[in-house]
């Protein structure tokens, strides 16, 4: 009789602490998840696919895509590469030179977007070095380039404390064996290192890929010459009052980073297990 009543109150006690994360989850999130994916169709199932059928938002999706998987590859190869390289020195200040390498974690997108400003905006130091020599004032800031860049600065920090830490706890006998087995440095990368840092370039491609997409402080401040699929949804329920088609894009958006995130947990959960 004590055994059952302990455990009903432990039951209560649970239930107690669940009702308001359950009514949290409800009211902030399936609700207005519900309300996203019914607003298309007030205009028709029609509207459900606009991302693909209206020129203007393809190519704002085409333009996120290639942006945010350029970025991806090139933060993985250059966060390996730094990574692997911290994680096999030992130097004095190695920990106060890996704080200020993931330094870029703590700024907002606009105020990396404002640093890209001041190197290549209209008033930054590359367009007054171009003025400097007659040149005019050449900018990149405002276009694909300057967003490729804000991008990359702010992921590769993220990318370098993971392959930083991945790369500290491979096994060194594997390393060893290889070694003493006359294997050369591009067959240790291949074989003893890639396969142990897959989980990690799977995990971290995901999360660089899918903040890219949804990047909307930096693109917010450099994309006045392109436009890429945050701000495409930001024009249409700000300044045009087009909700539905803002739940659109928001839902193709979603879909795609979530699907993409989904693929990434099944792979790595496929590899734990073998």
């Excluded at 990434?264 to 959960?269: E, H, L, M, N």
Aim: proline share 4%.
């Amino acid at each position: 009789m004590a055994t059952s009543s302990l455990s009903r109150g432990q039951r209560t006690i649970l239930l107690a602490c669940l009702a308001p994360t359950t009514a949290f989850f409800f009211a902030f999130w399936l609700l207005p998840m519900a309300r996203l994916i019914m607003l298309p169709a007030q205009e028709g199932w029609e509207a459900y696919f606009s991302v693909l059928t209206h020129s203007r938002y393809l190519t704002s999706l085409i333009n996120t895509l290639v942006l945010s998987i350029t970025v991806t590859l090139l933060t993985l190869v250059l966060g390996a590469a730094v990574g692997i390289y911290l994680a096999k020195s030992h130097f004095k200040g190695k920990q106060i030179f890996l704080s200020l390498l993931t330094m870029p974690l703590s700024f907002p997108g606009v105020i990396v977007g404002f640093f890209v400003i001041l190197s290549g905006g209209r008033q930054g130091f590359v367009a007054d070095f171009f003025h400097s020599i007659g040149m005019g004032r050449i900018t990149f800031a405002y276009g694909m380039l300057g967003l490729f860049l804000a991008y990359l600065y702010f992921s590769l920090p993220r990318a370098i404390a993971n392959y930083t830490a991945a790369a500290e706890a491979m096994d060194p006998s594997l390393e060893e064996a290889a070694r003493t087995m006359q294997a050369s440095k591009w067959h240790i990368v291949r074989d003893v290192w890639f396969p142990q840092l897959i989980p990690t370039t799977i995990a971290s491609g995901a999360i660089i890929f899918a903040t890219s997409m949804g990047a909307f402080g930096t693109a917010f401040t450099l994309s006045s010459k392109i436009e890429v699929l945050p701000i495409s949804i930001y024009n249409e329920f700000t300044n045009y009052a087009n909700f539905a088609t803002a739940a659109s894009l928001s839902i193709a958006l979603g879909l795609i980073t979530w699907l993409v995130l989904f693929l990434a947990r099944v792979i790595t959960s496929d590899n734990a297990k073998t």
